[in-house]
């Protein structure tokens, strides 16, 4: 609604090329106002290749490829920021409302115990986002200048994400394959309803698919997604619930 389109903020390649939009560890590169900013110039300059290197590292560490959430927090008709990183075979684009403000801190002190997605994955995320925007406001090039070009510059087009070992690393169900859903807190053991992939053998996949219990086949890559639904009973209750187990198994090419 703001009319203003995509624009880059912050770039840099490991030969230690080094883009950036506004003023080096400022709110908003120094503009007052968002369209300011993306009014703002380009300006380009260098870098050590290890500094670039430690950069990247540093981004892997704070958990950039194994996120709290799949994306982060978003709002209608509100501005958001993408970061896309690749290091070594991994790769993720992840997208948030960007480093914590009022209006963020806000809206996740709002989220209850029931919440989707829960207070303490926002918390994490956001923790995490704001971590890594640090990270790349250390980063300070020498010689810069005005750009003008001296790169193509594209914005990174939707792609899945994959681990170090360069395997999808999706969010299955709604929900990263590293993690579970835990639900019905409050008793003395919650009952986890969604747990985290689990790799299986083709063997043990044709038993259960010939078994008629598969949900929710999809295929990413060389890995085939699939899950199991179950009821369990609540602990300490007499109610019962869907539990979720989710798994892959690697496939053949063209299988």
Known sequence: MANIKPFLLFAAWEDGTVIRRGDVGKTMGGATSIHDWSASKLTVGSAKPSEVLALQAAIAEAGCFRPPLADGLRFIDGPSQSLCV?????????????????????????????????????????????????????????????????????????????????????????????????????????????????????????ILKQAGNIRNEERHGDWLYFALSGIAQIPNDTAYMEVITRYKVRMEAGQ
């Not at 690749?86 to 209006?103: E, N, Q, T, V």
């Open 86 to 206: 690749r290091y070594g075979k991994a790769h993720r684009l992840l997208s948030h409302h960007g480093p914590s403000d009022k209006g963020l801190r806000e809206s996740i002190e709002k989220m209850g115990p029931t919440s989707t997605p829960s207070r303490e994955d926002a918390e994490a995320f956001a923790a995490m986002w704001d971590k890594i925007a640090n990270l790349i406001d250390a980063l300070a090039p020498a010689n810069t200048a005005e750009f003008r070009g001296q790169r193509e510059l594209k914005r990174p087009e939707p792609f899945e994400a994959t681990d170090e070992n360069s395997d999808p690393s999706i969010a299955y169900w709604g929900i990263p394959e590293y993690k579970e859903r835990k639900e019905h807190i409050g008793t003395p053991r919650s009952l986890t309803t969604m747990t985290t992939v689990q790799v299986v053998t083709r063997e043990k996949y044709q």
